[in-house]
């Protein structure tokens, strides 16, 4: 039973920051690719950022390129989204995403990844 929950999500004024995490449980993704996407109201699910097995590769939406800033822990089996200078566009909800394939690349198909989060609300304020 292999479980991955967010947390961080919350309400913020326009300009703040704020740190999501992604725990998983069940199994190690230490050799995975990982992802956050997200959805907002009215909108298709979107690419934000991923990350590959190890760190050493990442990828960042152009929506959110010099803002959002993705890393991960091995050792807490922990992914990580840094987010700075929060628009209203961001206000969304934000999934955690693994790959199943041991040492794959990270992409940008939201239908590339096998396990999903149940997600967590970030709502930005004017």
């Known amino acids: 039973q292999v479980q991955l929950v967010e947390s961080g999500g919350g309400l913020v004024q326009a300009g703040g920051s704020l740190r999501l995490s992604c725990v998983a449980s069940?199994?190690?993704?230490?050799?995975?690719?990982m992802a956050w996407f997200r959805q907002a109201p009215g909108k298709e699910r979107e690419f934000v950022a991923a990350?590959?097995?190890?760190?050493?590769?990442?990828g960042i939406a152009d929506s959110v390129k010099g803002r959002f800033t993705i890393s991960r822990d091995n050792a807490k089996n922990t992914m990580y989204l840094q987010m700075n200078s929060l628009k209203r566009e961001d206000t969304a909800v934000y999934y955690c995403?693994?790959?199943?394939?041991?040492?794959?690349?990270?992409?940008?198909?939201?239908?590339?990844?096998?396990?999903w989060g149940q997600g967590t609300q970030v709502t930005v304020s004017s």
């Open positions: 990350i590959n097995w190890s760190g050493s590769s990442t």
């Open positions: 069940g199994r190690t993704f230490s050799r995975n690719a």
């Open positions: 995403s693994a790959d199943n394939t041991y040492l794959g690349s990270w992409h940008r198909d939201d239908s590339d990844y096998d396990y």
